[in-house]
């Protein structure tokens, strides 16, 4: 598989772009443990052109996390493609465009995923972009707006034809949000249908090594992308790449070896922001992570982590934990 010039091996396994999760520390990790491509939180196209500092701060990248893709929404054409050209000055790989976003914020202003209700805008928005920036743009996206409108098939060729390197679908449509299962015929009929040249990118739902498996034997997609599963679980990659490469799984990686993982993440956060702020950044992936799953009586616990705004505190529950594993360890 190829976006520009950019070589990834057998099926390849992305990380998703998401807001207040993707930032450079977990990308870090999450390259580490064998992310083949990891994209920054989305950006606003509207805040690059005003120069927001938080927003501009969101295209820093390392080329340590190489390849990197950076993501932007909006719904006006010239600040989209203004904002394609501040990105462009990064050097990121890729420019990827946001629409696919459901939450009312984003969708419900007409970016993101409310693109899917003004399919010509959508289009402008992609040809210019493309024509505006040497690097490769790619196009993430749903199904359709609702379940009376799935419309990826045809929209899929329209984007193909204004020049994107790669799309990205969201087996799920607008109104679904992250509500019940995704659905993967539709990725799987873009994928097979003789039109389409361009890598396809399956999103939803990957859980597991072997959901990853499954969705490229039963899709035949090029590569697959994990959001929500990596959420205070970045070695969630190492796990699916020695599955699909026919390797034992890791048994190094047990409770005690994954929460030095999410310590470490802690204190790059940390280091690279300030005490409270890397603490915000982290919180999320701490108090959600699945190597908790079995310690009775959790949700205090889970609390406290939420709400601890000082690193001696977060850390002296963590070794409490580490001290009372769950059953089995793992």
């Given amino acids: ?12 396994v992305f990380l998703a772009p998401m807001e207040d999760v993707t930032d450079i520390g977990f990308r870090l990790l999450c390259k580490r443990f064998g992310a083949s491509m990891v ?26 996390e190489r390849p990197v893709g950076i993501q932007i929404y909006g719904r006006d054409v010239e600040a989209m493609v ?15 465009l946001n ?15 409310g693109m899917l209700r003004n ?15 040497k690097v ?3 196009v993430k996206t749903r199904l359709g707006w609702d379940l009376n409108n799935i419309i990826i098939g045809d929209l899929a060729e329209q984007l193909q034809d204004c020049g994107i390197s790669a799309l990205t679908i969201h087996g799920r449509t ?5 509500t019940g299962n995704a659905n993967w015929q539709p990725i799987a009929e873009v994928k097979s249908n003789p039109r389409i040249h361009i890598p396809i990118i399956g999103n939803g739902d990957i859980t597991s090594a072997e959901d990853a498996e499954r969705a490229f034997r039963e899709s035949g997609v090029d590569a697959v992308m994990v959001g929500r599963a990596t959420f205070g679980r970045p070695w969630i990659f190492r796990e699916i790449r020695r599955h699909l490469d026919g390797e034992e799984p890791d048994t190094a990686m047990d409770f005690a070896w994954k929460l030095d993982v999410l310590e470490e993440q802690l204190r790059i956060n940390i280091e690279r922001i300030d005490e409270y702020r890397g603490i915000l950044h982290t919180r999320r992936h701490l108090a959600n992570s699945p190597i908790f799953k079995g310690i009775p009586n959790f949700r205090p616990t889970r609390i406290a982590i939420l709400r601890a705004e000082r690193y001696d505190d977060l850390m002296a529950i963590l070794e409490n934990l580490r001290k009372n594993p769950p059953e089995g360890g793992n």
């Fill in 1 to 12: 598989m190829q976006i520009g010039n950019i070589t990834f091996g057998p099926r390849p």
């Fill in 39 to 64: 994209y920054t939180e989305f950006v606003s196209a509207e805040a690059l052109v005003r120069s927001v500092k938080c927003t501009l701060d969101k295209l820093v990248i390392r080329d340590e």
């Fill in 82 to 96: 203004e904002a394609a050209r501040i990105v462009e000055q990064v050097s990121p790989d890729v420019i990827d």
């Fill in 99 to 113: 629409f696919g976003c459901p939450v009312k914020k984003v969708a419900g202003k007409g970016a993101g995923a």
């Fill in 119 to 133: 399919i010509p805008l959508m289009l402008d928005i992609t040809r210019e972009v493309v024509k505006a920036v």
């Fill in 136 to 138: 490769p743009v790619t």
């Fill in 174 to 178: 607008r109104s679904q949000m992250y």
